[in-house]
């Protein structure tokens, strides 16, 4: 099946998903590490639809705030609100099971597998036979497997990826990789997306692809993205809010353009001492 | 030219992923099994009872070693203790349970050997890499021992030395060696197919998952728990039903002290030269370990023109057997069954070379 | 009165077991904390230590000649294994590594065994494994003059160690190179000399352990497996710190001696077969990082 090709910069009354009520809310979230205090009393939401973006200078949490949404780390304070319902104890099985899905910043393949059985094993949470109807290939097991090879092959013409699907991702270049993994989380057909550095290590076309592929995925399946990047001009290109952190706090949040002429933002980035 | 896809097309998913996809292999794989069933009609019982009995045997339990350490990532030293659990538990099955056919105490005891196996390989979801190799090191002394002292496992007998019963089944005694053949070829086709099925699925995908990148795979909604457990159980299953033909088909004798830390390093040798992670390299491994003593002595006889002395011979196994795995890790990690694979692929493009 | 003269002996036995354990443990840590490798084969090198010091004295050379030359031949080994095993998988994952030196640990025996032979040899260190008269006469209590010298020795082995590490700018180089080889390398230490070095003491410590052991029962292919009892006192300890090996070891032995005798008849003995890697998982469960380690985070 086709997905059509969509111009970079969406305008709200062109896109499929209207953006709606907050799907994800951290309240107050502050997480250390003995001494260190990745996280102080961080609050913001996430709308169902919309694609968030978290950034700020290197070491100002980002990737311990997706962690926290995720259950990786479990904060020390603060609440998680998903869907409307307050989850405490989130760890990443329960996460995957609401409907979270999370790519890593240095990627988190399985190296030992092809591209398709990466994509494959994302699809563990639609797969319900168990192992005895999985030795003996009975209907049930038989069939899951077909019905998920068919909506992976999907994501796989979605990504560009079918001439490699077939490869060990250890052989793959960086840009590919980070495709897989994308691919991967989607395979779990996820209601909110956590993208570390989707685009970390890439030249220009490949970001280029990258941000295609992201908005597609917004915009096709509704999937409402959360992702932390560097580079500005994606960030101010396709994000609809960004959060902005430093040294483990909040110090903007709203849409690009207000973000962008934020003086606390400004001086994270410049370095000003305060 | 004669092993070539061209003109075989796959046209589902379903024909995609079975198992053996080419015609070719089909094929070959039917010749193989033929040839494996007519074996006793050709082969002599020495052949029958020394060779390839306990290597389709120990292919087994390489075969459930792999899957705990090759496909899973757990590393273990304990695989001779959990064959021990089968082989005691298959003879108190017999003992104690009248006519029960051969084949359902084998798969009990493989049961019991799961659930063992679940026990130990709790400590798994804490610890990792070489703390436990030494938790499952533990295992293997104390399964061992148990089996030892406590009596009510060798129903008190005095000797020690326990004579194996006899394989029954649907009224027949399966006593000669080429019986016995066919009784442990079946039942380690059987097994392995459906490792294959499990390793190729599913299952196998969760367990490379843990075993590549935990977080990664707890991310996606797997529960590492019932993961790792899961194959321990299937792992120690595997170990125990061919702890129980071990003792059954080929000793012919349940002792523990048939089953001790040296085996279990055989057969971790086994796996890692055969090729961890591959079905086909338990085989590979099996045969590997059981054949190059004899090859060795026939080389070094014709070398030397004389027999060579046991310990010698022992000393100069040893040395090679290190030698090899230190050369397979560092060349072909992947293993024997990886230069199968690559065997395989040459013969695909033959008589051309790239 | 008695009952408690008894304990006391069991239990100075189970300590200077634990000694020995300890120190062939110490081994394990030295090249741990240069190389970040567990190398299995400690066991193996202990054995094929003083089997073959026992051997050159046997082909006639006398006994402080034949202990340069045994430790000389440890180093070469080293170096080989460091060249031959180490490097080559030097980016492999700790697994491989580990199952790279079962193999090294295969080897070393098989080729121990081919060059010496396989006949149990005694060695005589001029102490013989008798009681020592006074505290017998006085306390009814039966403790070997061997294991008390066997104690010593290695108890000073152990705190000249330990001092090395923490005290002497070579300690301090040798912890760089266990941290990271480049860093080390880039501020001029020399890798080489350390490699030597670490494995000429690890070559020591194997002889040194390898001599106690075997005074007091023969040296014997069996002696490789006393060496596996080394791991759980690694577990226990740390495998980084040597005050953690030394104190480990000491509970190891301790604990599997008292265990064994008193409960061990319960059950027919054999007891102490199998405690000490049961009394590991406990303390894995526990506190995974050992009484001393250095606790593990790993980054997300």
């Known amino acids: 099946m086709n997905v059509p090709v969509q111009p970079s910069i969406l305008q709200s009354s062109e896109r499929a998903f209207a953006i709606g009520a907050p799907i994800l809310e951290l309240d107050s979230i502050s997480l250390r590490f003995g001494g260190v205090h990745a996280i102080t009393n961080v609050s913001f939401n996430v709308l169902e639809h919309e694609i968030r973006a978290i950034i700020g200078p290197n070491g100002a949490g980002k990737s311990s705030m997706l962690n926290v949404i995720n259950g990786v780390y479990v904060p020390q304070e603060g609440t998680i609100t998903f869907r409307g319902e307050r989850i405490s104890g989130m760890n990443p099985p329960l996460a995957a099971r609401l409907g979270i899905a999370r790519t890593f910043q240095n990627i988190a393949l399985f190296k030992g597998m092809s591209v398709l059985d990466n994509i494959m094993a994302g699809r563990y949470l639609r797969t319900h036979a168990n192992f005895l109807e999985v030795a003996f290939q009975l209907p049930r097991a038989r069939r899951e497997e077909t019905q998920n090879r068919e909506a992976v092959e999907e994501i796989i013409e979605f990504l560009e990826i079918e001439h490699i699907r077939k490869t060990p991702v250890s052989r793959l270049p960086y840009g590919l990789q980070k495709r897989v993994e994308l691919g991967r989380a989607l395979a779990a057909e996820p209601k909110v997306l956590l993208l570390d550095e989707p685009m970390a290590g890439m030249n220009i076309e490949e970001k280029q692809d990258m941000c295609r592929f992201i908005l597609d995925v917004n915009d096709h399946y509704g999937t409402t993205v959360v992702l932390i990047e560097h580079d500005m001009g994606v960030v101010m290109d396709i994000s609809d809010r960004v959060v902005v952190l430093d040294y483990g706090k909040k110090i903007g949040d709203g849409t690009p353009e207000e973000v962008r002429s934020n003086q606390n933002v400004i001086d994270a980035y410049l370095g000003v001492a305060h | ?354 | 009165m008695g009952d408690i003269f008894f304990f006391v002996e069991v239990l100075v036995a189970g300590l200077l077991s634990g000694v020995m354990y300890a120190l062939v443990a110490l081994g394990f840590v030295l090249i741990y904390k240069a190389s970040s490798v567990f190398n299995f084969a400690q066991g193996a090198m202990v054995f094929l230590a003083v089997l073959s010091f026992v051997g050159f004295m046997e082909l006639g050379l006398p006994f402080w000649a034949a202990l340069p030359v045994t430790i000389g031949m440890m180093v070469l080994v080293g170096m080989a294994t460091e060249r031959f095993v180490l490097r080559p998988l030097v980016s492999q994952t700790e697994e491989t590594l580990l199952m790279a030196t079962i193999g090294l640990a295969f080897v070393i025996e098989g080729l121990a065994q081919f060059l010496w032979g396989v006949d149990v040899r005694n060695l005589d260190l001029g102490i013989h494994d008798e009681p020592i008269g006074w505290v017998m006469d006085t306390t009814g209590m039966l403790i070997s003059q061997l294991d008390i010298m066997a104690g010593v020795v290695a108890g000073i082995m152990v705190t000249a160690l330990a001092l090395l590490f923490s005290r002497t700018k070579v300690g301090r180089g040798l912890r760089a190179v266990a941290d990271d080889h480049t860093a080390a390398l880039s501020i001029g230490i020399p890798l080489k000399h350390i490699w030597m070095l670490v494995w000429a003491t690890a070559g020591v410590v194997a002889l040194v352990a390898g001599m106690l052991w075997g005074a007091r029962s023969g040296v014997q292919f069996a002696l490789v497996w006393v060496a596996l009892k080394a791991l759980p006192v690694l577990i226990i300890g740390g495998f980084t710190s040597v005050p953690g090996v030394i104190v480990a070891g000491l509970l190891v032995g301790a604990s599997e001696k008292v265990v064994e005798v008193y409960f061990g008849p319960y059950f027919g003995g054999g007891v102490e077969v199998w405690f000490p890697y049961i009394l590991a998982v406990l303390f894995l469960l526990i506190r995974p990082e050992g009484l001393f380690g250095e606790k593990i985070i790993r980054r997300v």
């Open chain 2, 1 to 354: 030219m004669f092993y070539r896809e061209a003109g075989q097309f796959r046209t589902s998913y379903a024909q995609d992923t079975q198992l053996l996809p080419l015609r070719q292999d089909r094929v070959g794989m039917l010749v193989v099994l033929i040839a494996a069933v007519l074996i006793p009609f050709f082969a002599n019982d020495y052949w029958l009872g020394a060779i390839l009995i306990p290597w389709l045997i120990l292919s087994l339990v390489a075969l459930g070693q792999n899957i705990l350490m090759g496909y899973a990532g757990q590393l273990s030293l304990g695989s001779a203790g959990f064959m021990a659990v089968g082989a005691f538990a298959c003879y108190n099955f017999m003992l104690r349970i009248d006519g029960i056919p051969f084949v359902v105490a084998v798969v009990l005891s493989g049961v019991c050997a799961a659930l063992v196996g679940i026990v130990f390989g709790l400590p798994s979801l804490r610890i990792r890499g070489l703390y436990l190799a030494v938790a499952t090191l533990a295992s293997q002394f104390f399964i061992v021992w148990a089996l030892d002292k406590f009596g009510w496992f060798k129903n008190y007998d005095p000797s020690g030395v326990i004579t194996a019963q006899p394989i029954v089944m649907f009224g027949h005694n399966f006593a000669s060696p080429g019986e016995k053949y066919w009784v442990v070829l079946v039942i380690v086709v059987v097994l392995a197919l459906l490792a294959k099925n499990m390793a190729r699925g599913s299952v196998g995908r969760g367990w490379m998952a843990v075993r590549d990148m935990d977080v990664a795979a707890e991310v996606m909604g797997l529960s590492l728990l019932r993961t790792k457990l899961q194959a321990f159980a299937i792992s120690s299953f595997y170990c125990g039903v061919g702890g129980a033909l071990f003792a059954f088909a080929y000793l012919q004798t349940v002792e523990p002290s048939a089953f001790t830390i040296e085996l279990s390093f055989r057969i971790l040798f086994m796996v890692i030269i055969g090729g961890l992670g591959t079905i086909m390299g338990s085989f590979l491994g099996a045969g590997f370990i059981l054949l190059m003593p004899i090859f060795l002595n026939v080389l070094v006889h014709s070398l030397f023109g004389k027999s060579v002395d046991a310990t010698v011979a022992s000393s100069l196994e040893q040395l090679v057997f290190g030698i090899m795995i230190i050369l397979f890790l560092i060349y072909e990690p992947l293993g024997l069954a990886r230069i199968w694979q690559l065997t395989k692929e040459r013969l695909r493009l033959w008589p051309f070379r790239h």
